[in-house]
């Protein structure tokens, strides 16, 4: 399995992203998959999660009700949109899959990380 995140860059506070993260080499419903961010000198931190068998999402708390993790089977892309953003929610983001936990050590597969920069 290999995934692809992309989508990052530069926004204002407040302002929106939508990171992308192309999936290739296995059926995209095989695992599930999340969403993980990371800041120099940090632990990888879980975002997002979801499953596809039964659709269930779960959230960081520091992300509920402004970010939303969704996916399209039919095109292996999960997606991870994000509103109202914040300077803290300045980092390096990556998808995987494999796990449904929000521990990165579970997870099978990584992309290479997109950076979210955000300015106050």
């Known amino acids: 399995v290999q995934l692809q995140a992309s989508g990052g860059g530069l926004v204002q506070a407040g302002g929106s992203l939508r990171l992308s993260c192309a999936t290739s080499g296995r059926t995209f419903s095989s695992y599930p998959m999340g969403w993980f961010r990371q800041v120099p000198g940090k632990e990888r931190e879980f975002v997002a999660g979801?499953?596809?068998?039964?659709?269930?999402?779960r959230y960081a708390d520091s992300v509920k009700g402004r970010f939303t993790i969704s996916g399209d089977n039919a095109k292996n892309m999960m997606y991870l949109h994000m509103n109202m953003l914040k300077p803290e929610d300045t980092a390096v983001y990556y998808c995987a899959s494999g796990s449904w936990d929000i521990k990165p050590n579970d997870y099978l597969y990584w992309g290479q990380g997109t950076q979210v920069t955000v300015s106050s």
């Open positions: 979801i499953t596809w068998s039964g659709g269930s999402t």
